[in-house]
């Protein structure tokens, strides 16, 4: 049994990207101590492994095809978890992309399609979800942002800095906006965390590796499970006089500041 201010029996919590890495290993810290879950992410395979750990696990898990970078997509979503739960007590916004482009070559398209992946559709979910805590008088919002949306990292992420740094923003404004009726929002800034996708990245690219290294004080990268710790303080009433605050999930690089560069390209 886990300490009473982070067990969340009887609790339900919404998770999106939670098909691999970081969203499936907030999805499973919530079910851990206690939480039952609706669970979703655009890869419906995965996503429904995810949901399988969970009942074996003794809870119950929902899982759906979604791309949260849809309005019309969000709102059904949480319709149907309003149909097999009836209540939302937290709601942790995972999904962002990435996509590398210098601010001198980038499309107006570009720019849109970052902004719209990583911070308008959390916004969605953040309005969904808020105004269904904000009925309830208590729920907990976890948004997924980055150190790129706290310092410059230069590298092609021009776009996806801006969208994190919205984040970041926007969770402070809610955090504001909703901190008297019981609704907490708190964003975690993870620095380089490993998944397939990345170490490719970081292989194809002779030296990243390195540089990503070099800025971080603990001397390696991060893994998913790392979030798991965090996910179940902020997302319980171990945290419940903590809103409006970015955490770091950066082994000292925010702290060490060193992990920026100024005109190097990868392609």
Not at 92 to 117: C, K, M, W
Not at 174 to 202: C, H, K, Y
Not at 205 to 224: C, N, Q
Request: aromatic share 6%; glycine share 14%; net charge negative.
């Amino acid at each position: 049994m886990p300490h009473p201010l982070f067990d969340l029996t009887g609790r339900v919590a919404l998770v999106s990207g939670a098909a691999q890495n970081m969203g499936r290993n907030s999805a499973l810290a919530l079910a851990e101590i206690g939480a039952d879950l609706l669970v979703t992410d655009l890869n419906g395979p995965g996503v429904e492994d995810t949901a399988e750990c969970i009942r074996r696990m003794g809870r119950r898990a929902l899982a759906l095809t979604c791309d949260v970078s849809d309005e019309e997509q969000i709102k059904a979503m949480f319709r149907r978890l309003d149909e097999e739960y009836g209540r939302i007590d937290v709601l942790v916004n995972i999904p962002g992309a990435g996509y590398l482009g210098h601010p001198e070559d980038i499309s107006i398209e570009h720019f849109t399609q970052v902004q719209l992946r990583n911070l308008v559709g959390k916004f969605i979910c953040c309005q969904e979800g808020g105004r269904r805590m904000l009925a309830q008088g208590k729920g907990s919002i976890i948004n997924m942002s980055s150190i790129g949306g706290i310092y410059a990292l230069g590298r092609g992420n021009f776009t996806y800095s801006i969208a994190q740094a919205g984040v970041i923003q926007m969770t402070r404004e809610l955090s504001t906006e909703w901190g008297d009726r019981g609704v907490r929002v708190n964003a975690i800034a993870p620095a380089q965390i490993t998944n397939p996708g990345f170490d490719v990245r970081m292989d194809a690219t002779p030296g990243l590796r390195e540089t990503f290294l070099r800025g971080i004080p603990a001397g390696h990268l991060g893994v998913p499970e790392d979030i798991k710790g965090l996910i179940m303080f902020l997302a319980s009433d171990a945290s419940g006089y903590v809103t409006g605050v970015v955490f770091p999930l950066d082994g000292g690089n925010i702290a060490m500041g060193a992990n920026g560069t100024i005109g190097r390209r990868e392609s």
